[in-house]
Every structure is written in C-alpha cells, then in structure tokens.
C-alpha cells in the first residue's frame, strides 16, 4: 500500500519560512519524479515545484521562484519543500505526489502523477 505523508505545515507570518517533508512508502521511491502542488480554497490544485527520480532537474511555478527550494533524500524515501519568505498568497493545502517513471524532465500536470498524500495546511498572516 502507498502511502505519501506531508508534514511541517502551520501557521506563520509573512515574511516566514516553512519546511515540508513527504515521507514516501510502499513504493520504490527511486522510480518515481516527485512533485508539490498546492490547492486554495475555491481554486484548481496547481504545481508548486518538481523534482525528477534522481534529483537532478527541477521546474518551479513563477510565484515562487527564488524562494522555495524542493529536494530529496533516496535514501530517506523523502521529498521536501522549503518554503522562504511567505506571502499570504501561499496560504493553501500543500499536497505532495509521485509519478512513476523516470522522466529527465520534472513532471508538472496533475493528471501525471500516480499517488497523493493527504495535504498539509499552510497558512501565512499578513
């Protein structure tokens, strides 16, 4: 059974940083290009940043380039988002997901990826 467990969500100030963990199981985490997407409230689930299987490209939306930071750890079945000077804008459900394959391109499409977790809050006060 897979399973993708975000962690490191909360509530912080603008200006702030945040890092996320998704700690993969159930699956050969080394097969699979991980990506975080982020969904608001009354808004479509969007791509946040990418990474491929072995860590060695990554895409990133325009809203947080220079900012926020993704990687993995094979060895740790763990991908992570750091997340540095927070706007309020940021405030969503932070979900992370595999896509099994091993692409030399990070994968940015939801419809793409094979399994989700179960999302983290982030919220960011102006």
């Known amino acids: 059974q897979v399973q993708l467990v975000e962690s490191g969500g909360g509530l912080v100030q603008a200006g702030g940083s945040l890092r996320l963990s998704c700690a993969a199981s159930?699956?050969?985490?080394?097969?699979?290009?991980m990506g975080w997407f982020r969904q608001a409230p009354g808004k479509e689930r969007q791509i946040v940043a990418a990474?491929?299987?072995?860590?060695?490209?990554?895409n990133y939306a325009d809203s947080v380039k220079g900012r926020f930071t993704i990687s993995r750890d094979n060895a740790k079945n763990t991908v992570y988002l750091q997340m540095n000077s927070l706007k309020p804008e940021d405030t969503a459900v932070y979900y992370c997901?595999?896509?099994?394959?091993?692409?030399?391109?990070?994968?940015?499409?939801?419809?793409?990826?094979?399994?989700w977790g179960q999302g983290t809050q982030v919220t960011v006060s102006s």
């Open positions: 997901a595999a896509d099994y394959g091993y692409a030399a391109v990070p994968v940015t499409r939801v419809s793409e990826y094979d399994y």
């Open positions: 990474i491929t299987w072995n860590g060695a490209n990554t």
């Open positions: 159930g699956l050969r985490f080394v097969s699979y290009g």
